[in-house]
């Protein structure tokens, strides 16, 4: 070795352990490494190698090597680890290195080899060649020996670094693109963290919100189930036996917004506690369920007006049947006929109602089986429409199908059914009465078929929604008109059966259009 390295030998230990706590870039502590071997050994050309994810060696750091020969160096050095393992026999490791220096530069006259290991653990390579030979003495490799532990620390130090690095990002993007808010409070109940989800459904942004109280930001209008501060004055997060992880708290209620509008809400608080058991911080997860509540609440609603619908038409036929079975009466042919005639009326209805039940729920097993045929949409229309007149005096009906409207191909009877629906809820939703138009258009692919009213419409949040299970518009009109949501849920299963299409487009106060398309 060249006579003033044992000069430098502790300058260069010195540096590597500087470098061992203070630079945490891997990048640069490989240079460092390099830097420091290279002028401690006099090499010309030197690398490091790192060990990757799969066993193998990549190369990470150069000196003197043109970037160009760095994919054969790299094949080299898996040609060597691979035969060589990590017993490393000495004889065909020189070879391999000096074949591997030969290939750099013809005038590489040593090359010396040291292992990074850390523990059993192999952490990467270090490989110097220089321009001349000399014979080491049992100090230097003892000296270099202590470098290469150093240095190997060093680097993995860094690996670590990078890899918690890395799960952090990680942990920033979970929270960052979480679906659910998601906020960290300090014991005080201090907010620490604040993601996208809890900005939107707050109204508050994240920098407004760090730091503040979270009941500053957590307001609520209505609190349902358990309260933060109630739970943490009865001792919450209780810790009982010593190391079980604690319980979570979950309260739910009405959030009061920045911008006054509220949304339903449901928290979910989780405790982190330091070893001696003192509360250190409280992550809370807060989830939107404004949809599970209007689910629970149209399942509500749907019960009630089925009940309503089927009580109905059962205590018509009763009474009718009642009064026409007293045996202290005469009743007149007139009489029993009208009564007779509710009651089949009334029976009618009662199995249109269970029918559309029946075929809504077995909607959400299977798929619909259709009787397909082909069929005259205009004259069906048409068909529909005069059964429809004897049933209202306040609207008029006009039939709008241009000349040679195609034939359809497609379920006549479930049709129909789509059609009774559209017109029924034209008449059930244009209380004031006004024309209905039933049409079709046609382009090369489609035949579209419309059913227009003058009636109260329908508002534009609630457009899509028309078309959902059990879905009916909160309104006073929609209060007192019988219904049960499902008419038009089944029509948009029928229609898509066919492979088409419904939609509609509407104004409150104006009326509505709904469009079925079938292709053609
Ligand atoms: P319903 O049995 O309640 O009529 P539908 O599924 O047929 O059920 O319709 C769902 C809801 O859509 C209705 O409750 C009503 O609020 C609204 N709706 C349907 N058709 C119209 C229409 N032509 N005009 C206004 N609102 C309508």
Known sequence: MLPDFRVRQRDFLLEISRAMTAQLDLGEVLRLVLNASMVMLAGQVGLVALR?????????????????????????????????????????????????????????????????????????????????????????????????????????????????????????????????????????????GFNRALERMTGWTMQEALGQDQDAVITWKKLEKSDLHQAMAEGWPFRTPKDAPTETLYVEGDLLRRDGMTLSIGITYAALLADDGTLTTIIANVRDITHFRRAQEMQNVFISTVSHELKTPVALIKGYAGTLRREDATWDPAVIRDGLTVIEEESDRLTALIENLLAASKLRAERMRLDVSDFQMDRLAADVVERFKTQTTKHQFILQFPKGFPIIQGDEVRLRQVLDNLVGNAIKYSPGGGTITVGGEVDERHATVFVRDKGIGIPEDEQEHVFDRFYRVDSAISKKTKGTGLGLYLAKAIVEAHGGSIHVKSKPGAGSTFYFTIPL
């Open 52 to 192: 990757d994810a799969e066993d193998g060696y990549s190369i990470r750091a150069t000196l003197g090597v043109e970037s160009d020969r760095l994919d054969d160096l790299n094949v080299r050095l898996a040609e060597l680890v691979s035969s060589t393992g990590w017993g490393f026999d000495r004889e065909f490791l020189n070879t391999k290195l000096n074949q591997m220096a030969v290939s750099l530069d013809r005038t590489l006259r040593q090359s010396l080899f040291l292992p990074l290991v850390i523990g059993e653990e192999p952490v990467g390579l270090l490989i110097i060649f220089r321009s001349y030979w000399i014979q080491a003495t049992d100090n230097d490799v003892q000296i270099l020996q202590s470098f290469a532990d150093q240095a190997a620390i060093a680097v993995h130090n860094a690996q670590l670094y990078a890899r918690i690095n890395q799960e952090r990002k990680q942990l920033v993007a979970i929270l960052e693109y979480s679906a659910d808010g998601v906020m960290i409070l300090d014991r005080q109940l201090r907010i620490l």
